[in-house]
DNA sequence: TCCCAACGGGG
DNA sequence: GTGTACGTTGGGA
């Protein structure tokens, strides 16, 4: 009844604005949603772009949160809505209870839907709820209110969106606009935002780490379609015309203000933004008690922090850090393991940072100016690189966002779990399914104890190989959920369905009616099914990276399946896709023995084989034949041929190291997985050796070389012939070197700078060079200015550095540790 | 062998 | 803001 007339009289008031001719359509791209308590009532505000290029903000007072209970008895509806509960001091209540039918896992039940009044009394609702022995499930009382705001209204960010509004003035920076209807008609995407990189420079004297609370921002730069810009406080001269200069740090901070005010960006980007530029930025306009009022709805800029979880948001305008997005989603697809700027630039871009001292900045800055020009230029190009990784990866993201349905701050800062559970989440009114609730702490504790067996493998035997092929079955995991109905609710249900190819367990699935989840999968896997075919016709980036997107969304089903914190969590779906997919792989290893190929390596979802003195023709008929042979959407992919590649043991015995290997492409790089012996923190010598060994072994194949290579450094380590700056060794020190428990050479190191009066703190990156003489470690590490030429400790920089990088390589090509050293006429190698 | 600290990215 | 959660690896005990 309240409904009802609630109803009417919103039909009544429209009916009069429009007579009034007060109300306007709009059309707009939501760009970033955000909600604000208003008179004690929950406004939710969406920020966009409108056709014709302004930026608008449209706010929505009539959305109420509310939650899923099942109830036991037809008493629980009246109990719940007689609730009465104090929240410091406010009563809070339900506001209303309606009766629906949903499905639950597949089932059909019957569901109370409680509203309440703000978001947060969900919560309180739910605690007063969940222990109640009359109810059997209580749920979605955790949705991110903005998020369920989105996903009812089917409104996805970044499509074009239809209003029906009135304006009004909410003091914002943006045009306001009052919803009073609000839909999606069109799929027309906003393809073109209009982005702005940002990247900064900080004062940070010689060895010192970073610290915000007092090194100063130096530079900030800017870059965008057709702008540039560097600003910084130290005048110099300079040729370069986007310099400009600002008499200080706080003219420094104003400026950044302005600029991002003036340029209107639609998206700012940078790189790590979330836990530095911003952030940074953050601590030093607080220091000038300058306000970085940024949001378009005049709020301030925001950093949180909590744990790992770093993140920097302006309301309004879509902040993506890069970063995060590479390195979360976007790495599947890339061969460094290395995340920094410069190697992600190099493998994305074909470009690299400019290459300049920047541990001298600090000291540049203070007594040579006149030098500042090539840190600007270098300032500058960072915000470059960033903003072409973003052009790169945009098309990605947007696809995402399409797909999931969530803006795009909420997208880039999402796992692989997480984008699947948000999709399922966004899915399951369709389908008219109730999400299973948030596993809590006991719960959690339960599903991280149980183990399951993952991908087969099968073990690499050492060796150097030639004429490589390899096999991808990455779709493996999807197309089994989908093509053998893996779901929760068709496990073990009635009606029939075949085994799966467990010994010790018995499951099945029903094949009767396809699940939530594996149409959902099916979904994906033939939407980019649409795409490749479109793709045959003409290779375009744009449908590239949405087949990608498609592709990890796909991919990321399987493991969010056995992931602990997932909502549709099931470790027999899990277990039984893994049966199905170490069958499958078996499949094609007993295949490939048939024909004669020599199988190397298979891991899961690939096959590494050598060709035998077949041709790479009737690699590719072989992997068709397979593909002849597999159900449904299932698909063995051809990956590609190297001509040569190094499988190295692991560290304990002769097998084959899993996912350790080096393999020579076609075109003469090095395709490096899994030897991470060498590490940012390792010597500048150990780097060098591995990257040289590696390169005379697959690119000229002559072992002989590489060994004399290896020995003729390991003599000039002896003969201390290696500069000094080749031993540094740089660590970090993490927390004051009082509160180390054990102490590590850095730690050592770092006390007695102390000592010598030296700024030591959390933060602060420690280099050192361990030299020779007796007693342990630590006692011999000095900081290189300690240290003169060539009194390091040869032993230890072979033992520990060198060696460990090589060793293996040599392993394969028959030399033993020991053999490296003998024939060099020295003493044996240590322990080994 | 197990367990805990380090590390990432940024300057 | 209906939140805020790492995941891997090496060294030392």
């Given at each position: 009844m309240q409904t009802i007339y609630k109803y009417l009289e919103c039909r009544s008031f429209k009916y009069a604005q429009i007579l009034l001719k007060k109300m306007s359509l709009l059309k707009f791209y939501p760009i970033d949603v955000t909600y604000k308590i208003i008179d004690d009532k929950p406004v939710v505000m969406l920020f966009g772009k409108a056709l014709g290029g302004h930026r608008v903000c449209v706010v929505d007072e009539d959305f109420e949160p509310y939650l899923y209970v099942i109830p036991r008895n037809k008493e629980v509806a009246d109990k719940i809505s007689k609730i009465q509960v104090d929240d410091k001091g406010t009563p809070v209540q339900v506001v209303r209870v309606e009766n629906v039918n949903k499905k639950y896992?597949?089932?059909?039940?019957?569901?109370?839907?409680?509203?309440?009044?703000?978001?947060?009394?969900?919560?309180?609702?739910?605690?007063?709820?969940?222990?109640?022995?009359?109810?059997?499930?209580?749920?979605?009382?955790?949705?991110?209110?903005?998020?369920?705001?989105?996903?009812?209204?089917?409104?996805?960010?970044?499509?074009?969106?239809?209003?029906?509004?009135?304006?009004?003035?909410?003091?914002?920076?943006?045009?306001?606009?009052?919803?009073?209807?609000?839909k999606q008609d069109s799929d027309e995407i906003f393809e073109t935002p209009k982005i702005l990189a940002i990247d900064i420079e900080t004062y940070n004297p010689n060895g010192k780490g970073i610290a915000p609370d007092v090194n100063p921002v130096l530079m900030i730069s800017f870059y965008g379609e057709d702008f540039k810009k560097v600003i910084t406080w130290k005048k110099f001269k300079t040729e370069l015309d986007y310099v400009e200069f600002v008499d200080g740090e706080v003219d420094l901070i104003d400026k950044f203000k302005e600029i991002i005010e003036k340029y209107k960006p639609d998206v700012v980007c940078g790189y790590y933004s979330d836990g530095f530029d911003f952030p940074y930025i953050q601590t030093r306009a607080?220091?000038?008690?300058?306000?970085?009022?940024?949001?378009?709805?005049?709020?301030e800029l925001k950093c949180f922090k909590r744990g790992r979880f770093e993140t920097a948001k302006l309301v309004g305008i879509a902040h993506i850090d890069v970063f995060k997005f590479i390195k979360r989603i976007l790495r599947v697809n890339l061969d460094t393991s290395m995340f920094g700027l410069n190697d992600v630039a190099y493998e994305l871009l074909g470009e690299k940072k400019i290459d300049v001292e920047l541990d001298n900045l600090a000291k540049i800055w203070d007594d040579e100016p006149e030098k500042l020009s090539k840190f600007c230029e270098y300032n500058l190009h960072d915000s470059y690189l960033t903003y072409k990784l973003l052009q790169k990866s945009i098309a990605n993201i947007i696809e995402l966002v399409k797909i999931v349905g969530l803006p795009p701050y909420d997208i880039i800062r999402m796992g692989f779990s997480q984008l699947v559970e948000w999709y399922l989440l966004r899915q399951a009114p369709s389908y008219g399914e109730i999400a299973p609730e948030q596993p809590h702490s006991d719960e959690i504790r339960r599903r991280r104890s149980l183990t399951f067996k993952g991908g087969f493998v099968?073990?690499?035997?050492?060796?150097?190989?030639?004429?490589?092929?390899?096999?991808?079955?990455?779709?493996?995991?999807?197309?089994?959920?989908?093509?053998?109905?893996?779901?929760?609710?068709?496990?073990?249900?009635?009606?029939?369905?075949?085994?799966?190819?467990?010994?010790?367990?018995?499951?099945?699935?029903?094949?009767?009616?396809?699940?939530?989840?594996?149409?959902?999968?099916?979904?994906?896997?033939?939407?980019?099914?649409?795409?490749?075919?479109?793709?045959?016709?003409?290779?375009?980036?744009?449908?590239?990276?949405?087949?990608?997107?498609?592709?990890?969304?796909?991919?990321?089903?399987?493991?969010?399946?056995?992931?602990?914190?997932?909502?549709?969590?099931?470790?027999?779906?899990?277990?039984?896709?893994?049966?199905?997919?170490?069958?499958?792989?078996?499949?094609?290893?007993?295949?490939?023995?048939?024909?004669?190929?020599?199988?190397?390596?298979?891991?899961?979802?690939?096959?590494?084989?050598?060709?035998?003195?077949?041709?790479?023709?009737?690699?590719?008929k072989f992997a068709d034949e397979i593909n002849e042979g597999l159900p449904g959407v299932m698909e063995l992919e051809y990956e590609g041929h190297y001509p040569a590649g190094i499988f190295v043991s692991a560290k304990a015995g002769t097998n084959g190291a899993k996912k350790k290997y080096a393999l020579l492409t076609e075109k003469g790089d090095l395709k490096l997985r899994g030897f991470e012996a060498v590490r940012r923190n390792s010597s500048q010598i150990a780097k060098e050796v591995q990257g040289k060994v590696l390169n005379i072994v697959l690119k000229e194949d002559d072992k002989e070389k590489a060994m004399k290579y290896v020995r003729s450094v390991l003599e000039d380590l002896r003969k201390k012939r290696v500069d000094n700056s080749k031993m540094i060794i740089h660590t970090q020190l993490t927390k004051d070197t009082s509160d180390y428990y054990s102490i590590g050479p850095h730690v050592a190191v770092a006390s007695r700078m102390k000592a010598l009066g030296l700024e030591v703190g959390p933060g602060t990156i420690i280099h050192y060079i361990v030299t020779s003489g007796g007693g342990i470690i630590r006692d011999r590490s000095k900081l290189p200015e300690e240290v003169k030429q060539g009194n390091y400790d040869a032993d230890y920089y072979i033992n520990n550095q060198v060696v460990p990088a090589i060793e293996k390589i040599f392993e394969v090509l028959g030399y033993t540790r020991?053999?490296?050293?003998?024939?060099?006429?020295?003493?044996?190698l240590g322990e080994f």
């Open positions: 896992l597949g089932k059909v039940v019957n569901v109370l839907k409680v509203f309440t009044k703000l978001p947060k009394h969900l919560l309180i609702i739910r605690d007063v709820i969940k222990d109640w022995d009359i109810i059997e499930l209580i749920t979605e009382y955790d949705i991110v209110f903005v998020r369920r705001y989105l996903i009812d209204k089917n409104i996805i960010p970044f499509t074009l969106t239809d209003v029906e509004c009135e304006k009004v003035d909410m003091g914002f920076k943006v045009s306001t606009f009052k919803i009073k209807e609000i607080k220091k000038y008690k300058i306000k970085l009022d940024l949001g378009l709805d005049g709020s099968f073990e690499p035997k050492p060796g150097l190989y030639k004429n490589i092929v390899v096999y991808d079955f990455r779709s493996l995991y999807p197309s089994i959920i989908s093509s053998h109905n893996i779901s929760p609710a068709t496990l073990n249900s009635e009606g029939k369905g075949e085994q799966v190819p467990l010994k010790d367990e018995y499951y099945w699935f029903s094949n009767e009616e396809k699940a939530f989840i594996p149409t959902l999968i099916e979904d994906i896997v033939k939407r980019r099914m649409r795409i490749k075919e479109i793709m045959k016709e003409g290779n375009n980036a744009l449908l590239e990276a949405r087949s990608q997107s498609l592709k990890i969304l796909a991919n990321s089903f399987y493991g969010y399946l056995g992931f602990y914190a997932a909502r549709w969590y099931s470790m027999e779906c899990a277990r039984s896709t893994t049966a199905y997919g170490r069958f499958y792989v078996n499949k094609v290893i007993e295949g490939a023995k048939e024909q004669g190929f020599n199988v190397l390596y298979a891991d899961t979802d690939s096959c590494f084989m050598s060709l035998e003195g077949k041709t790479k023709q009737d690699a590719e020991e053999d490296i050293a003998e024939k060099e006429g020295q003493k044996k």
